[in-house]
Structure formats: C-alpha cells, structure tokens
C-alpha cells in the first residue's frame, strides 16, 4: 500500500535555526497537510496545501513557518528561526481528491519527525 | 467550529478486560468523517476506522468495534479482551467530508493494559 514518508525521523537543531521537515506524500494524492503534535497533547492541524498554494492555515501556522512542494514529489516545511516551543512531532498527511467521494481512504499519515530544539 | 471531546484522559485495565473509550463530536457539517488512530509509544499514528457520517452502521474488526449515534454525537471505541500490546493512546478525529479535509483531533486517551 502507497505510504506517505517523512525525512529525517528525528531532527535536532540549535535554536534560531532554520530547518525544513521533508515530506513525499503519495503519488495521485492532490491535498497535503502538516499537523503538529507537542509531546503528551493533541494533534494539531497547522496548514493545508492544494493547487501549490496554502488552502488553510492555523494561527499557530505563523510567519515564521512556510511550506513548499519545490518539484512534482517532495513536501516541505520550513521553520524559520526556531524557538523551544517549536519542538514537537511533526506529521505530514496528504488526502485524494474530494470529488471521488465516496471513498474508502483515509488521509494518509506519514511517521512523523521529531523536531527537537536545543 | 469542530471540537472532539475525549473525557477520559487515562484508562487502565487488566489484561483480557474489556474496555470503552468514549469520543463526542461537534460539527456543523451535515456530511462529515469521524476516524480513530492508534498511536504507539513509537509515536507514528496508525489508522483504525473512518465512518461516514451518513452511515451509521456499527462496525467489528476483530477485537475492536465502534458505536456511531449520531443522536448522541457520539462514535465510541470499544476492544474485547483487551492485550498489553493495545497499549497506546487513542485519538478520535473528525473532517468535512469535502474539500480540504482538515482533521481536528481530540485531546487522546492513554490505554494502559496491564498484564
């Protein structure tokens, strides 16, 4: 079954740093998210991406944070200058169109990275 | 605005018991998605169900069943004889069912079975 992979598994990084979480989300797939997850709480929706553009944003999906799909695979969030409270498990998830509903799949999720901010 | 409320924080129970976990849901949508994941210590999010909201159905995978009243707004999870290697924490979820299909996640419930 087509997967939705993350790049690196775990990232550390000095704060003020910037730092980009990779993401291939599957292949037909049209929508891409990122969701956060600071460790012991909830999963937290940060933005949507569809048509190479932002199609939602969360507030907590600021200016310094921005995301990229730079070629026909790859996913990208960019944190710039990251603070402590960046740290946290950092999901990818991609969905099929929404015209085909309905439809047995689910939004994808990849394994996450775990951005930790020294 | 959506909202998933999962009241109990932390659950622990004997090996083989049974055990609920309790998932209520607001939305203003007619048509929505509810889900459940499963999230292992190792931290990735494994996908249980999705149900749709016009199907009410209840639904047994093996140990697991789920119990969607839409009159109650509710979509509760239940595992049979419960193992130590259902040990995680559990998130019910909910999306349109259109467009971009933003998930908004409840708070989770930490399972613990003991064995």
């Known amino acids: 079954e087509p997967e939705v992979t993350q790049t690196p598994s775990h990232q550390v990084t000095q704060m003020g740093q910037e730092v980009i979480l990779r993401c291939v989300p599957i292949?037909?797939?049209?929508?891409f998210y990122w969701y956060r997850q600071i460790l012991g709480q909830k999963v937290e929706f940060l933005v949507s991406?569809?048509?190479?553009?932002?199609?939602?944003k969360s507030e907590i999906f600021d200016d310094q944070f921005s995301v990229e799909r730079p070629d026909g695979s790859n996913f990208t969030l960019k944190i710039r200058s990251t603070k402590l409270e960046d740290s946290a498990m950092y999901f990818c998830?991609?969905?099929?169109?929404?015209?085909?509903?309905?439809?047995?799949?689910?939004?994808?999720f990849g394994d996450g990275t775990r951005l930790s901010i020294l | 605005a959506q909202k998933v409320t999962q009241a109990q924080t932390e659950i622990s129970v004997v090996e083989k018991e049974d055990v609920t976990l309790d998932c209520v849901y607001e939305t203003r949508d007619t048509t929505y998605y509810l889900f459940w994941y499963k999230q292992p210590p190792s931290g990735e999010l494994v996908f249980l169900i999705r149900?749709?909201?016009?199907?009410?159905q209840n639904e047994i995978s093996g140990r697991y069943s789920w119990n969607f009243q839409k009159s109650t707004s509710s979509f509760n999870f239940t595992i049979t004889a419960s193992q130590v290697v259902d040990s995680a924490v559990y998130f019910c979820?909910?999306?349109?069912?259109?467009?971009?299909?933003?998930?908004?996640f409840g708070i989770g419930t930490k399972l613990q079975v003991i064995p």
């Open positions: 979820a909910l999306s349109e069912a259109g467009g971009y299909q933003k998930v908004t």
């Open positions: 149900r749709n909201s016009f199907d009410e």
């Open positions: 991406f569809y048509n190479n553009e932002i199609s939602e």
């Open positions: 292949s037909n797939h049209l929508y």
């Open positions: 998830a991609s969905s099929d169109s929404w015209d085909r509903v309905p439809s047995n799949q689910p939004q994808h």
